[in-house]
Nanobody, 129 residues
């Protein structure tokens, strides 16, 4: 059973940066996908970014491209989401999720939709002046 713990959320001003962390444990192989999702009040959950831990390939949503960077520290079993130039529309609870690449349908890189089997508890990001 994978366990994921997010951290790093907080209150920042527009234009500031935050780095979210997703510490993972319980991997039984090395071919997993970890993705970041976010959900704002009254809105549906949406994919932000994902990383294929075996191949290192990444994907970003349109609003994250150029501002957010997903990365992995394999020694710490931690995936990061570096968020820059945060905007008033970015506030949400940010979740990381994980599952096996094969179990998610063997996407060519990594999916930002689908039924991920393991989820963290979420970390709140607030952007306000």
């Amino acid at each position: 059973q994978l366990q994921l713990v997010e951290s790093g959320g907080g209150l920042v001003q527009p234009g500031a940066s935050l780095r979210l962390s997703c510490a993972a444990s319980g991997f039984t192989s090395d071919h997993y996908v970890i993705a970041w999702f976010r959900q704002a009040p009254g809105k549906e959950r949406e994919g932000v970014s994902c990383i294929n831990l075996s191949r290192g390939s990444t994907r970003y949503s349109d609003y994250a491209k150029g501002r957010f960077t997903i990365s992995e520290d394999s020694a710490k079993n931690t995936v990061y989401l570096q968020m820059r130039r945060l905007k008033p529309e970015d506030p949400a609870v940010y979740y990381c999720a994980a599952d096996s690449w094969a179990g998610l349908g063997a996407h060519p890189t990594c999916p930002m939709t689908g039924d991920f089997g393991s989820w963290g508890q979420g970390t709140q990001v607030t952007v306000s002046s």
